[in-house]
């Protein structure tokens, strides 16, 4: 355990009676230049960064396929023209009109546009579906487009449609009569993610913050105190925002808004933990000491330690996603770990300054004062019992009947934690999309009325002297396989032959993407059937459904990787900072139970209730980083509390009493916090909304079960064992409260 003596002297240094002005001046100062100096994380985002990384099967071939077929190497914009009762002649006149207009004045990185307007209207009916009823005109981009080109092109081709066909065929209701007009495919889903984003962060920022004081409000009644966490947060953010844009502008890391809206909700929700946990023991104080300053100092020495370890805590664990090599894992790491870091500096420099400077008038109108100051006004203070009665009868469960609340506490948590394993993933990033997204609807129209493999065609890419026929028979013969195109030789790389795979089912499903290797089994088989010696290079997948396949193998990769990494790291903190291996173990052991119930829970809630099919292949590892680590913050406030009560009096009353002392802090952080995650749950994206739910429920269960009933329940239950091999309470205390149970 730290000594409370240097952090006493480091309350001095931050809150002093001068130093304090000093250290809001030195926090202001840095806010101002960082924010002249540098560009904010949002101007800096880059929504379209590459997931897999460069030795990705799928991407090897992407290159391959770029260097052996450049005219395939474009990202299209696929137009879907659609009108239920049927594509009259007018509407398809209208559809060559814009494909005259994109080849007379071709948009920003147009590559190419099927000639349209040069066929016949009979001709040209051979493209529909075979209901009539939907059309889709391909216009190609370059490869190497940004979003921002995209976006202009992509709204230069929305108003030359609206000139065409009127301005109301780019969103009136599909169910609508007439014609209607969705952009989709690669191009037409980029663009639409940008703009899912492009005021997401101010919303964001503003939502979380409003929702976090109305909390402090309620919970606190002081409008002071609920400003302090916000302002120290803002603070924070002032440092962090420029900080994240300079890295990004210099390349050293990447930033999309996913992340960038995570983080402000961890910013928020761990940033006024922090400044909570510190308010908590400057009210306490504030009942002993007459002098505000001196009063400080004992707070932070009380509450740094166990902020300091905190912020550690979840700043190491946040830090392992550098192990990840699937980019949107990857990519967290640093932004999560930056914030964690800069807001636990504020919690022991700014907000010990701040909380001084204000001093009793900080909790106004709840003023906290000593017994003789209440004396001296004639208003005698009512006794400071350690939290309130559902507190105390927290305290005293927990002590009295702990094996009676561990093995109800154990069972409920072991039923939600069975419903995790029933999870179902997806990395198709349609399906996080609003329903009512152009790009998304478009996409449903291709496949409602064209076969849906056709939508995405697996892109095999084989080297081989001869024609490539056996190889495309062996393919035709898988049974989810609806067709294989004839081979085509490169014109660039004459022996590198491509054939497009149109599956049967969705080729974004998981289905289609455990296919992959069967796919590739044939084409090897077809290879060596045909004479053909193998090698890793002789064939090569390339297509969304590879690309799906690989994002299913590295974030399967990752998970192995990083939950055995942030265990070990946590656990070594805790046995540092804890010195007990029995400690360690059974807090490790609750947040993990917490973590596996929380995510059951959350797939029940989903699933079950809210009718998604499949969740983000992300979400478990995103929610175990973050709810193990979050789940320790207030394991280690509390049972620091417990370990220091239990110097000065015997363990089932240092118990009680740590539970109780610490019972409204935590609640009101964990209410916060989990109030932050949910706020993710207003955005558009449904990673975002999973993720949310998830986390949020993840803190509601670690703040009303495992950290007041279970984790102390379990203390009481080992007794002095908790302490093991470390010399626990004085001799004289009583090692255990089971004997009344």
Not at 85 to 96: A, D, P, R, V
Not at 364 to 373: G, K, L, V
Not at 528 to 537: D, I, N, P, T, V
Request: with cysteine; net charge positive.
């Amino acid at each position: 355990m730290h000594q409370s003596s240097f952090f006493e002297k480091w309350g001095r240094v931050v809150a002093g009676r001068r130093s304090k002005w000093i250290t809001l001046a030195v926090w202001v100062i840095l806010v101002a230049l960082m924010t002249v100096v540098f560009p904010s994380v949002n101007k800096q985002e880059n929504n379209n960064a590459a997931v897999l990384p460069n030795e990705a099967q799928s991407v090897q071939a992407m290159k391959e396929m770029k260097k052996a077929f450049p005219d395939n190497s474009g990202q299209p914009a696929l137009v879907v023209w659609y009108n239920k009762n049927g594509l009259t002649n007018t509407e398809l006149k209208s559809i060559q009109s814009v494909t005259a207009s994109l080849e007379q004045t071709p948009l920003d990185a147009q590559k190419s546009v099927v000639p349209l307007n040069k066929m016949p209207i009979q001709a040209l009916k051979g493209f529909e579906s075979k209901d009539g009823t939907t059309l889709v005109m391909p216009v190609s981009f370059k490869s190497g487009a940004g979003t921002t080109v995209l976006e202009k092109s992509v709204k230069k081709l929305k108003e030359q449609i609206k000139t065409s066909a009127g301005s109301a065929v780019l969103s009136s209701k599909l169910t609508a009569s007439g014609l209607h007009v969705r952009i989709t495919g690669p191009v037409g889903i980029a663009v639409d993610a940008q703009g899912l984003f492009k005021n997401a962060d101010f919303t964001l920022l503003a939502s979380t913050g409003l929702l976090v004081l109305v909390l402090l409000i309620l919970l606190y009644r002081s409008p002071i105190l609920a400003l302090v966490p916000l302002v120290s947060v803002g603070f924070a953010y002032g440092v962090i925002s420029p900080l994240l844009g300079a890295l990004a502008k210099s390349g050293m890391i990447t930033v999309d808004a996913q992340s960038v809206s995570i983080m402000t909700v961890l910013l928020f929700g761990a940033g006024t933990d922090y400044c909570l946990f510190l308010v908590s023991r400057y009210r306490e104080q504030l009942m002993l000491e007459r002098d505000k300053y001196k009063a400080m100092r004992h707070a932070v020495g009380g509450a740094a330690g166990a902020i300091a370890m905190s912020g550690l805590t979840v700043a190491v664990s946040l830090l392992t996603l550098l192990f990840a090599k699937y980019g949107s894992d990857h990519r967290f790491a640093i932004p999560f770990t930056a914030a964690i870091l800069i807001m636990g500096l504020v919690g022991v420099t700014l907000v010990p300054a701040l909380l001084a400077i204000f001093g009793r008038a900080s909790f106004f109108p709840f003023i906290p004062r000593t017994t003789e100051m209440e004396e001296q006004r004639k208003k005698p203070r009512r006794a400071n019992r350690n939290g309130g009665r559902q507190a105390r009868w927290n305290g005293r469960i927990v002590t009295k009947r702990p094996w009676s609340v561990v093995i109800v506490t154990v069972i409920a948590l072991g039923v939600l934690a069975g419903f995790a394993g029933q999870i179902k993933p997806t990395y198709n990033l349609l399906s996080s999309f609003p329903k009512d997204m152009p790009s998304r609807q478009g996409f449903q129209l291709l496949s409602s009325h064209f076969s849906k493999g056709t939508l995405a065609p697996v892109q095999v890419i084989v080297k081989t002297s001869k024609s490539g026929t056996t190889v495309q028979s062996r393919l035709a013969k898988l049974p989810f396989v609806e067709s294989a195109s004839k081979p085509k030789a490169s014109t660039v790389v004459p022996e590198v032959k491509l054939i497009n795979v149109t599956l049967k089912q969705d080729p974004y499903s998981r289905q289609s993407a455990n296919d992959i290797p069967a796919i590739k089994s044939a084409a090897e088989a077809g290879l060596k059937a045909s004479g053909e010696s193998l090698s890793a290079s002789k064939v090569q997948i390339a297509g969304e459904t590879a690309t799906e396949y690989d994002s299913l193998q590295y974030t399967n990769q990752d998970t192995k990787t990083v939950i055995p990494i942030v265990i070990i790291v946590i656990a070594l903190l805790l046995l540092v900072y804890l010195r007990s291996v029995t400690a360690m173990v059974y807090l490790m052991g609750t947040v993990l139970l917490s973590y596996y119930s929380a995510l059951g829970l959350g797939w029940v809630l989903l699933h079950y209730i809210a009718g998604v099919s499949a969740i983000a292949g992300a979400i478990p590892l995103y929610s175990f980083v973050f709810l193990v680590a979050l789940g320790e913050d207030y394991n280690i406030f509390m049972v620091s509390r417990i370990w220091q009560l239990s110097k000065t009096t015997d363990l089932p009353t240092a118990i009680s009493e740590g539970v109780s002392k610490t019972s409204g802090v935590i609640t009101s952080a964990g209410l916060i916090l989990a109030g932050t995650f949910a706020v993710l749950a207003s955005l558009p994206l449904q990673i975002l909304v999973q993720f949310g739910t998830v986390a949020a429920l993840g803190v509601l269960i670690d703040t009303f079960i495992v950290r007041p009933f279970l984790v102390p329940s379990i203390t009481s239950i080992l007794g002095r064992w908790s302490f093991w091999p470390g010399p626990g309470p004085s001799r004289n205390a009583s090692t255990t409260g089971t004997k009344n149970n």
